[in-house]
């Protein structure tokens, strides 16, 4: 909430993206790609989402992602 806004919409001065009304299956799979390391963000020093999806389980990254799509 504190990166993408309380309602998914983005942080435009901190260029958090837009996050709601993602699909699903989408947000997991990116999600899961920064927990592998398999994406990359062109400033990683920056970026906190490896830090964060470090700690999370297959359950919590399918939780998340379907509270993102229901968000608009």
């Known amino acids: 909430m504190s990166c993408h806004g309380p309602n998914g919409f983005g942080n435009a001065p901190a ?31 920056l970026n906190a989402m490896p830090g964060i999806v470090g700690y999370m389980t297959e359950v919590e990254i ?5 509270y993102i799509a229901g968000l608009h």
């Open 15 to 45: 260029q958090f993206p837009r996050l709601a009304g993602q699909h699903a299956q989408y947000t997991a799979a990116q999600l899961r790609a920064y927990q592998s390391g398999a994406r990359h963000h062109p400033e990683d020093h």
């Open 62 to 66: 399918d939780a998340v992602a379907e």
